[in-house]
């Protein structure tokens, strides 16, 4: 990426730190929101990556050479529960994300890497859907935006 930026250009980069968090208290340790990310980051990283890079994004832009970083955190809500009108639809947006694409997800990393059984992960992703529509729980993980610069008397 450092090689492909211009002098005094600029990169930007996404993503997210995977980890549920609850600000009012209703995510439990043991909920199956928190096993699903956590099933999911045990699978990946047994196929060597990393599933929350957000959180490496500073790091990564400092070893690289690039300056002027600059770090954005933006809370995402899973389920319909936000009170604030654009939160709503964000978590409203998220959910329906979450719920179509599970299967999709889980599956082949699940029954592949982790070797469990198709039913066991049928069970499993019903119970995490279930939890989500449910919006007892009031989670939100969160999307990082970085961006750093290339120093203007770096050689291309």
Known sequence: MFNHTRPGGWVELQGYDAQYRSDDGTLKVESYLNQYVDTIDKGISKMGKVLSTGPLFEGLLKDAGF???????????????????KMKEVGTINTLQYLEGMEAFSYRLLTSVLDWKLEEVQVFNAKVAEEIKSNKVHAYYTLYVAYGQKRKDDEE
């Open 67 to 85: 300056i002027n970083i600059h770090i954005h955190t933006y809370k995402l809500p899973i389920g319909t529960w936000p009170k604030d009108k």
